[in-house]
């Protein structure tokens, strides 16, 4: 996953805000922060920290990590983050202010734990074990939310519509579609009025929601309150899948 500069230094004088401590006590104590960030008008961000962050499983693999809640709206936030779109949104970072993963949407205790697994691999942290990590999480871009729940939510509030895309990590075609098509940036202005979800083909959270597809990669196209707009099925360069966006966008 590619890491992110949150700012070369953090001034001294910059000292008030939990924030800017926290980060400040990262660097001073050389431990990687965890911040979670959530908006007043999110129905999942409650529901995760109750029930997925406040979990024994969690906490116990939460240890060696300081520990902070911001609003996406604080302006803290909007000046030592980076831009957040999805809440809850969690900024894993390191000492040397690198956001080493984020994990956008709500998850339950399992899932995240996946995360913070694949978190302490990558800064070396003991005890962690790169071989349990899933590969749902081998990739991520600010565009991507990888929860139904949360999409949902978001499209609710924003009056947006939802895209959900199925793939399959071994599917060369799924990469290529996902790093090709997908980059594209009539394909990305074709979709800004949706939220954009990434699930793998065969997880606990595509089964769960009815998104079983015999091919990989397959998109769904779906109004926020989940109601069918079109589905496309297979791999599509960006000039035919523009098609299928229009096709949904003109049901809309």
Known sequence: MKKVALFFYLPV????????????????????????????????????????????SVQNNMNGFIFTVTDKEDAEAKKYLPSTRYTPTVYFISPKFK???????????????????????????????????????????DVWMYDIASAMDYANQTGK????????????????????????????????????????????????NGYTPKLAPTVYFMRANGSALATAKGYFAAKDFLLWVNYAKSRI
Do not use: H
């Open 13 to 56: 004088l910059l000292v008030s805000g939990e924030l800017k401590d926290s980060l400040l006590k990262a660097k001073k104590e050389q431990k990687p922060i965890m911040v979670y960030v959530t908006a007043e008008s999110c129905q999942y961000c409650d529901k995760m920290k109750d029930k997925t962050i406040k979990s024994a």
């Open 99 to 141: 956001v080493v993963n984020t994990v956008k949407g709500y998850l339950g205790e399992d899932d995240f734990n996946l995360w913070i697994d694949d978190t302490k691999s990558k800064l070396g942290m003991n005890g962690s074990d790169a071989s349990v990590v899933s590969s749902e999480i081998t990739t991520q871009s």
């Open 161 to 208: 519509q939802v895209m959900v895309y199925v793939e399959n990590s071994s599917s060369k075609w799924s990469k290529k579609m996902r790093k090709e098509t997908f980059e594209d940036k009539a394909v990305q202005n074709a979709l800004d009025n949706f939220v954009w979800v990434k699930l793998q083909k065969g997880s606990n959270e595509a089964k769960n």
